[in-house]
């Protein structure tokens, strides 16, 4: 079974920062590429930022988080991190990791970045 577990979430000032950490199972972990998303109050869920599979030599990123954000993964720990540098208030909400979005079958709990003063 695919499951995937986010967590370093939590409360934040504007210009602070958070490193999220993504672990999953239930799959060929390094051959994966992973993607981690997020979900704004009353929106919908949006694409932040991918990292390709092996070596994470390939990285993609919302033109909203480029130069605030980084990407990277540990193959050894099943565990992609993702860096939130400079945060701003609409950073705040719920993120996720998965694969590429034609590829999930199911989604994880999420963890929670709030950016207020």
């Known amino acids: 079974q695919v499951q995937f577990v986010e967590s370093g979430g939590g409360l934040v000032q504007p210009g602070g920062s958070l490193r999220l950490s993504c672990s999953a199972s239930g799959i060929n972990f390094g051959d994966s590429a992973i993607v981690w998303y997020r979900q704004p109050p009353r929106k919908q869920r949006e694409f932040v930022a991918r990292i390709s599979r092996d070596s994470g030599i390939t990285k993609t990123f919302a033109d909203s988080v480029k130069g605030r954000f980084a990407i990277s993964r540990d193959n050894a720990k099943n565990t992609v991190y993702l860096q939130m540098d400079d945060l701003r208030p609409d950073d705040t909400a719920v993120y996720f990791c998965?694969?590429?979005?034609?590829?999930?079958?199911?989604w994880g709990q999420g963890t929670q970045v709030t950016v207020e003063a």
């Open positions: 998965n694969v590429d979005i034609n590829l999930v079958r199911s």
